[in-house]
């Protein structure tokens, strides 16, 4: 596997697997952005080098071939945009002639973006020739997609078959990603935090299970706290909860005794009367979580609880939301724990957030730059932490 910082680009296609699976509004505007952004250093650094780049990326999950709703398209004046003088080319379809013709064409300093390889069935089925096809492209190929690292699929892990070990690399986003994730996996400094959130217990089983041999503080908040406290006997009024669930999380918690691990439950929620934004609500402590109630969010007493484990920590691994941050009557559990981790990354600890909702609330609440990493994967990270080799890190760096 080639480093991509001394890799000669010059007169070169590099042939870019990007992530641009971003969000759209109703009239195609690009709602955020991010995942762009995050990919801008890797294309500037080809395009200042004298190569030209061809990007690859997926958008949505379109069932039924070539759908306007989820055409590339749409990005195109933004990508542009934010390459700053440069005209990003478009190619109607990922393969065929004419686009052949256009790669073909393709002058050092110029962008061509395919049209969404998910349009074809063979994509997400890893279908080699498909690969093949697409590999015919480019001198070299950079896979800069974290976010679609776990998936097997033709351009985001076969496709690096068809190139030497000299000609295939990680890009800048995908090099940080993987140097970030592998710090938090071997190099924590104690005491490591990790703080879980989220709906349910049973996304986070494995992430929780590998914790338990690394951190000293598990953070439970989100949803999955409530599967957490029913299982220990407690009332939980209409909050969420994974009956099927029960058992696994006393596991959990007889795990992390035996394994001196301090897994960190709320003790008080605010409650609503519905899932609402104008629902009425009520502080409680969870020991007294009154009927036809259900916990949208933590409140003081765990916020402080949670955030002395916080402030204590030297590594701190966020993924997942304290409540339903989108609504604002409930958001002041995740935004706390979000200042109490910037604070703590201002004292020195190292903090690694990831996964669409951590993100987001890290972005609304103006604190991304103040942890020391946004990773741009979700479902990519919480494999990687699970300890699963992934199969495009894998395919990059396999000889």
Not at 172 to 196: C, D, Q, S, W
Not at 330 to 341: D, R
Not at 377 to 388: N, P
């Amino acid at each position: 596997m080639a480093e991509f910082s001394s890799y000669p680009f010059a007169g070169k296609k590099a042939l870019v697997r990007v992530d641009f699976n971003v969000p759209l509004d109703s009239n195609f505007q690009i709602t955020d952005d991010t995942r762009i952004q995050a990919a801008l250093p890797t294309l500037k650094k080809i395009l200042t080098d004298g190569g030209s780049v061809i990007l690859m990326s997926h958008l949505g999950r379109p069932k039924e071939g070539p759908t306007d709703k989820y055409s590339l398209k749409h990005i195109v004046t933004h990508i542009s945009a934010l390459l700053e003088g440069c005209t990003v080319k478009f190619a109607n379809d990922c393969l065929g002639d004419d686009t052949a013709t256009i790669v073909a064409e393709l002058q050092p300093g110029e962008v061509l973006l395919l049209e969404n390889l998910r349009f074809y069935k063979e994509e997400e089925k890893g279908d080699v020739e498909f690969a093949k096809k697409l590999a015919a492209y480019g001198d070299v190929y950079v896979n800069d997609a974290f976010g679609t690292a776990h998936r097997a699929h033709a351009s985001t892990a076969v496709i690096a078959q068809f190139f030497s070990s000299e000609n295939k690399l990680f890009g800048l986003l995908m090099e940080a990603e993987v140097a970030n994730g592998e710090r938090i996996l071997h190099h924590a400094e104690k005491p490591f935090t990790a703080i879980m959130g989220g709906a349910k217990v049973s996304d986070k089983i494995l992430i929780i299970e590998m914790l338990l041999d690394r951190a000293n503080n598990i953070i439970i908040g989100g949803g999955m706290a409530y599967t957490f406290l029913k299982a220990q006997g407690y009332e939980i009024g209409n909050s969420l909860c994974e009956h099927d669930k029960l058992d696994l999380a006393n596991e959990l918690l007889a795990k992390a005794k035996a394994k001196g691990v301090n897994l960190l439950i709320p003790v008080d929620s605010v409650v609503a009367d519905q899932f609402a934004a104008d629902a009425n609500t009520l502080i409680c402590d969870n020991d007294k979580l009154p009927q036809g109630y259900m916990g949208l969010d933590i409140a003081s007493k765990s916020i402080a609880l949670f955030r002395e484990a916080i402030l204590q920590s030297k590594t701190i691994l966020w993924n997942g939301p304290m409540g339903v941050f989108e609504m604002e009557k409930f958001q002041q559990g995740t935004k706390a724990i979000a200042e109490a981790v910037a604070e703590a990354t201002s004292l020195g600890a190292y903090s690694l957030v990831g996964g669409g909702d951590s993100v987001a609330a890290v972005n609304k609440f103006n604190l991304s730059t103040q942890v020391s990493y946004v990773s741009t994967g979700g479902g990519a990270m919480l494999e990687f932490f699970e300890g699963k080799e992934l199969p495009g890190i894998k395919a990059v760096r396999s000889e």
